[in-house]
């Protein structure tokens, strides 16, 4: 390897991102398992995940029509606060696609969903 110069890749250790143990609260899962959705704009989901990059990480919301799983909204951020994240996506699929009262959010329980701050947006 080193007369070829390759080195290995150093695979990083595990960084946890997800935090459900908070003070908010938590909303009633009204997808109930319910996988089958009959049109545009009925069922939103969404999740944050992140991507390595050589600067270091950065955080990907995304929120997805279940219907055509269109991704509808998204944001990139260096940080994980919802403002930046879930507040920033949400934001951005409600205005490409206006969706009417009723639209069911589905996410999960991590206190970027929870914050009293998207709730608010998502009201």
């Known amino acids: 390897m080193r007369q070829k110069d390759i080195v290995s890749k150093i695979k990083r250790r595990y960084k946890t991102t ?11 899962n009204l997808l109930e398992k319910r996988v089958t959705v009959s049109k545009t704009n ?3 989901v969404s999740d944050i995940t992140y ?14 029509d279940l ?4 991704v509808v909204g998204h944001s990139k951020s260096n940080s994980l606060t919802a403002i930046e994240t879930t507040m920033k996506a949400l934001s951005n699929a409600c205005i490409k696609r206006r ?8 996410s999960d329980r991590v206190v ?12």
């Open 112 to 123: 970027q969903y929870a914050c009293n701050d998207f709730r608010k947006l998502l009201n």
């Open 99 to 106: 969706p009417n009262i009723g639209l069911i959010f589905n």
């Open 42 to 44: 009925e069922v939103w």
């Open 18 to 28: 997800t935090d459900s143990m908070h003070k908010y609260a938590i909303s009633t």
């Open 51 to 64: 991507i390595t990059t050589k600067e270091g990480f950065i955080y990907l919301t995304t929120v997805m």
């Open 67 to 70: 219907y055509n799983r269109d």
